[in-house]
Structures are given as structure tokens and as C-alpha cells.
């Protein structure tokens, strides 16, 4: 069988062995850490928590930190600070010409970057734990229990959360280094992995109980899954391909262009960016609310703080849409395209070189962005009419948004890194059809 046959390909293959043996331990601390809860807390007195991160905004929370939110465990901040933080570098490489001339040093520039994406991390931690910790004691209240109430607990509480995080963040860069690639994505992949099985026994329960439906209802909310799946696979592969013709020329006794290649402009260029802009945007109001949605039961705050409400999910939309033009603008940058293709005696056929052609590109951007942002945000919102439909919240969650879109995009990543090392060996691919794609650009999820 092929299957087995590229097992055994991986298997010979010495280094790449010991990539995925060390991407598999990296993956077992990770999530072993994210059951160790915090000292002094009663593991049996987090009903009440688990109960409020069963839906709404705060289940994406602790989805993304793979259950251990809703743990009160030492990772349960898992890695969003990092990425928020992340972000707060790539606006400010945008906006603030200091930061901009820094990315373009090369090597230096990126390590300084690094450094004062940490300082941020650390600086949001300091920030979120405490809030954390109110949420949690709020909780435990409701439950009939209580945490300790001392100075002491609170700081050293605050000390393990920001420690916990920037290990999680720690153990990805050395996935990174010394795994398979893409650590930070993996790990984010893994938290939305781990939910999986026990949303997926429940919806069936469900089916099986007072939801009604028995296993046809099942077998055709799965298919609908598989082919939103699918859906999102031509989303992060999508591409509209431009002709450039590469004029001849002599250098010595060799002869170099004269030939025509293609460049990839991709359809969703964002990626799941706009989403995450988004959903810290919506995520407003319950931060405001102090993580505690009960104590603002209607008006305008409870609208927003229910992602299966209309005005919610409207919002929601048009804000994706908007993000999605405004990320790509910042990142594909035409006339640094057109000036590259002149400078290697190249054109767009049909078109002058220098601004026309940036022009040119620019008008197809704008042309493919349009269904690309509409396409991305109704993926962002599926899971509300799933919800619709009867099916669980739990579940409802794999139907869209930004954890299917970071599941097909870091499983294509991976996939293409492990074909990469079995091409190089001389072996057969993961598939017979053709070479995996994977996503163009940044190997990151967010």
C-alpha cells in the first residue's frame, strides 16, 4: 500500500525521524502541562468555569489554549498573548518608520524585533493574568468553593500564568528549531485538536438523545463538515496566476531569460489575519465586562457578547471584508513587484514596465480580494448557522472560523514539509495526484 510504503520512507529517513520524534514531545509537555493546575485551586470546583467557556467568545479562548483555560491551569493563557503581541510588531513595522527601518536590517533587525515582541508578550501577560484570576475566583464563587484570598497567592498565581506562557511560546520556537517547523501554529493546531473528540461524542450523543436526528443527521452534518473542509483547502490554495515574459540576454557565452514564468497572486493574500483583527475587536465587550457576560443580561453589550446573534455575526462580517483589503495592502506591495520584474528584464505581456505594470497588479488584487474577503468572512461565521441547525456549540466550532482555516493551513504546511524531505531522498510524495501545496508566504497560522 502507498500508505505504508511512505511510512517506511519516513522511517529511513534519519533526520526527518527525529524532526517528528521531537515535534511529538514537544507535543506531549505541551499538553501534559495543560492539565497541571494552579497550586491552590480545587480541580473539582471549576464546573462553573468550564461551564462558561462551553460557548460563546469564551470557548474560542479556551480552544485555542487547548482546554487548559477552562483547567485554571499553568498554561491557561496559552500562546494568544505571543500572537497578540505579534501583531502589535507587524502594525507598528507599518506605521512607525523606527520599526520599519529595523525589519529591513536583515538578521539584526528580526532578533530586535523578536526582543521587543517578548517585552510585549510579557507586558500583555502582566495584564491578562490578573484579569484571569478575578474571572476565576467569580467562578469558584458560583460553584460554592473559594480560592486563596491573600497578596500572595494573587502574585505568585500572576508569576506561574506569565511563566506558563512564555514556556508554551518557548517549547514552539524549539519545535520550530528542531521539529518539523511551524511550532507556534502547531501548537495553537494541537489546543484546537484536542477538543475535537469530546465535541464530536457529544454532538453524537446528542443525535442519539432529545437533538434527535440518530446517526443519518450525523452522517450528513459530517459530510457538510468535509466539504467545508474542502471549501477551505481551495481558500488557502486559491491563486490567480500573471504571465511575466523574461526578455533574452547575454552574459558571457550563456544566455539567460527568454522564458515565461508565473506569478502566484493568491486569492485570500491575508490569510486568517482578518479574522484574528476581527475577533480582538469583538472581543471588546467582554473584556470590558471583566470576563463575566452575567453581569450584562440585554442591551447593546449581551449583543456582542453572543457570537450566534445576528447583529454579532453581521458585525463580525463586514469587519473581515474591511480587514481583509486593509492586511493585503499592507503586505503585497505592487510597485515593489513591478520594479522587481523590470530589474530582471522582465514584463507583464501587453503591458509597460514601471508603474503600469504595478498598476496592473494592483487592479487584479483588488478584483480577486473582493470574493477572497466574502468567501473568508462567511467561512468566519459558519459555525453560527451551525448552531442554527441544532448542533452543538462544541462541534459547531470545526464548521469555520479561524481553528478550521489554522487546521487545513498548518496540516498543508506540515505535509509539505515531510514531502519536501522524501523528494530530496529521492522518494515517492505523500501523494500519488501531485506535490502538496501549501500555503505561500508565512509558514505562521496567524
Known sequence: MKFIETLKNIWKIQELREKLGYTLLFILIYRFGSFVVLPGIDPSALSHLQEQTAGGLMSLLDMFSGGAFSNASIFALGIMP????SIVMQLLTIAIPYFKKMQMEGESGRNKINRYTRYFTVIILLLQAPSYLVNLHVQMRYAGASMPADVWFRVSSTIILCAGSMFVMWLGERMTDRGIGNGISML??????????????????????????????????????????????????????????????????????????YIPLKVNAAGVMPIIFAQAIMMIPI?????????????????????TGV?????????????????????INPTQMAESIQQNNGFIPGVKPGKATAHYIDDIMSRITLPGSIFLAIVAIMPAFASLFGITREFAQFYGGTSLLILVGVVLDTLQQIESYLLMRHCDGLM?????????????AY
Not at 289 to 301: I, L, R, W
Not at 315 to 331: D, G, H, K, R, S
Not at 432 to 443: D, E, L, P, V, Y
Open 287 to 307: 473584556m470590558v465586562a471583566g470576563f463575566n457576560p452575567e453581569k450584562y443580561s440585554g442591551g447593546f453589550m449581551q449583543a456582542f457578547m453572543d457570537n
Open 188 to 261: 495553537i493546531m494541537i489546543g484546537i485538536i484536542a477538543r475535537f473528540p469530546g465535541a464530536f461524542l457529544k454532538e453524537f450523543a446528542s443525535r442519539l438523545g432529545d437533538a434527535g436526528g440518530g446517526l443519518i443527521m450525523l452522517l450528513g452534518e459530517v459530510i457538510v463538515l468535509l466539504l467545508v473542509i474542502a471549501a477551505s483547502i481551495l481558500l488557502v490554495q486559491g491563486t490567480r496566476k500573471v504571465p511575466v515574459q523574461y526578455a533574452k540576454r547575454m552574459v558571457g557565452n550563456r544566455q539567460y531569460g527568454g522564458v515565461r514564468q
Open 432 to 444: 500519488q495526484s501531485g506535490r502538496i501545496k501549501g500555503r505561500t508566504g508565512s509558514m505562521a
Open 311 to 331: 447583529w454579532y455575526n453581521v458585525i463580525f462580517f463586514i469587519l473581515i471584508v474591511l480587514f481583509t483589503y486593509f492586511y493585503t495592502a499592507i503586505t
Open 82 to 85: 505571543y500572537i497578540s503581541a
